[in-house]
Every structure is written in C-alpha cells, then in structure tokens.
C-alpha cells in the first residue's frame, strides 16, 4: 500500500465505482454530492491533523485563490455528473466526463504555453469523433438533458485542473482537503436554495452514503493526492484513464448497463485518443521529469 503507483491505481479504480455507488442512493443528485463531500472533507480533515500535516495555504495567497475557484468547479461538476448519472447511466456519463482533460490539453497553449503538436490534434480528433459515435446510438431517445449535464461536468472538470495546476506552492493532502472543503460548501449553497438540508433517507442508502463519502471520496482522495507527487506527470495522465475505462466495465458488469457496438468503439476513440495525446507528445512543460509511457 506505500507503493505510490499501486496507491493511485486503487484511487482510480475507487473514483470508477463512484456511479455504481451512487446508484443504490434514493436521492436527488446534488444531495448526494452534499453528503459525499461533507463526510469526505470531514474524512479527510481528520486524517490531515491525525497524520500532522503542515498548514500553509495563509502564507500562498495566490495559490489558494486558484483552489478555492478549483473546489468550486469540481462541486459545480460533481452535481452535474451526479446529474447525469441518474439520467443518462454511468458508463455514457463517464465518457462525456473525461473528455475534460482533453479540453485542458487544447486550452494548454494559450493558458500554460504550451505547444500544440499534431499529436494532441490527432488525439483531440479520436475524442470527438468517440463523443459522436457514444452519443449516435439510439438517437430517438436521445436524453438532451442527460447529455448536456455530462458534458458540463466535463467542462467545469477542466476549469477545476486548470485552476488546480496554478496553485503550485499548496500541494499533496493540504491542496485536496482546502478543494474539498469549498466544494462542500458550494454545493451546500446550492442545496440550500434547492432544497434546504433536510433528506429522507433509508438504512441501506445511508450505508451506501457513508461508503461513497468515507471510502470512494475520503480515502480515494488521500490515496491519489499522496501518490502522485511520487509519479511523473505521463504515468499520472496516461493512467488516469483508468478511471473512465473502469467506470465504463463496472457499469456494464454491476448494473447492466448496455453497451452497443458504436458505443463501445466510441469508448475506444476516446480513451485511445486521450492517452495517445498525452502518451506520444513532448510536452514543454518544465513539470515533467521523463517523456516516456510507462
């Protein structure tokens, strides 16, 4: 468990079953999200002070700034997604919802100067020609709001990166549990307005609620945020579309979700296109320290 590559591996494969969770919870999507960052940011508050971590975040103001808009669009995206998930399924949500880092690898010359290869255009092209393929099959029940939702999600995703690569000088658990925190507090806002706080939940959901939040957020938080600094910046990219694969598998496992022809191949184009783009290009980054897959 203190291998840091074996760490991440479990938090992807814990961050891939979050919708499999999720479908056992009788609840309205941003509820659920409420919950799962309330116990996750008390989780992990606990585990922060447990293991003494440093405070530094007053001495980075800059940087603080950037994770707090960071943990606002990750709550935004959590609610979408979620959203999503309840209306679309788990697996075609999943891959809507990756295609974040993709658009952070376009963004990436004009925000972080970086060069724009034919590599990561060809890659980008896979994407979108996956996105049409997913999103092709059954076009007469196409769920517009399902899709919409998802597609959001993976826009504020890349907002919460973007914002999360600016942050530099906060890192590691600090970084996660400072995110988590605000993006408790943004979906409690909007929980708030929605709804209020009150939540009718049964016995078997709120077991299901404590697992999303203590297990899928807290603990998978912790393992990645204290991996990946011990990672190079290609093992972290090219490996993190294990997230979506497995999310992809446990859909169709788990819950039976079907998977048709097109869909699957979609699936193909789209993670193959996101590793091929992050995987094949030299990237001028001065953060990375080997431009090799593993």
């Known amino acids: 468990m203190k291998h840091p590559l074996f760490k991440y591996i479990i938090a992807l494969l814990l961050f891939g079953l979050n919708g499999i969770v999720a479908d056992n919870i009788t609840l309205e ?3 659920i999200v409420f919950l799962r960052t309330l116990i996750g940011s008390l989780f992990l508050g606990i585990l922060f002070f447990a293991t003494k971590q440093p405070i530094t ?6 940087s603080t700034l950037f994770i707090i808009i960071s943990g606002i669009a990750m709550g935004a995206s959590w609610i979408c997604l979620y959203e999503a998930y309840a209306q679309i399924g788990v697996s075609v949500s999943s891959l809507l919802y990756y ?10 010359p004009i925000l972080f100067n970086e060069k724009l290869t034919m590599v990561k255009i060809i890659g980008f092209a896979s994407v979108l020609c996956g996105i049409f393929l997913v999103n092709g099959q059954n076009t007469d029940t196409l ?13 504020f995703y890349s907002v919460m990166v973007m914002s999360n690569k600016k942050a530099k000088n906060i890192t590691n658990m600090e970084n996660s549990l ?6 408790f507090l943004t979906v409690a806002v909007f929980a708030g307005i929605k709804s209020g706080f009150l939540f009718s939940l049964s016995k078997s959901g709120l077991i299901w609620v404590i697992v999303l939040g203590v297990v899928n957020t807290g603990i998978g938080c912790y393992f990645y945020f204290t991996s990946i600094g011990s990672l190079s910046v290609q093992t972290v990219a090219v490996c993190g579309y294990l997230e979506p694969l497995s999310a992809v598998l446990f859909s169709v496992l788990l819950l039976h979700e079907t998977m048709y022809p097109l869909q699957a191949a979609g699936a193909a184009l789209i993670i193959g296109g996101a590793v091929f783009g992050e995987c094949f290009c030299h990237n001028s980054d001065s953060t990375i320290k080997e431009k090799r897959c593993i």
């Not at 769920?143 to 826009?155: D, H, K, M, P």
């Not at 400072?178 to 993006?183: F, H, R, T």
């Open 143 to 155: 769920n517009v709001r399902g899709i919409f939702c998802a597609s959001l999600s993976a826009v």
């Open 57 to 62: 975040f007053y001495k980075h103001k800059k």
């Open 99 to 108: 295609c974040g880092p993709v658009i952070v690898m376009v963004l990436s």
């Open 178 to 183: 400072i995110q988590l925190i605000i993006s």
């Open 29 to 31: 999507s941003y509820q």
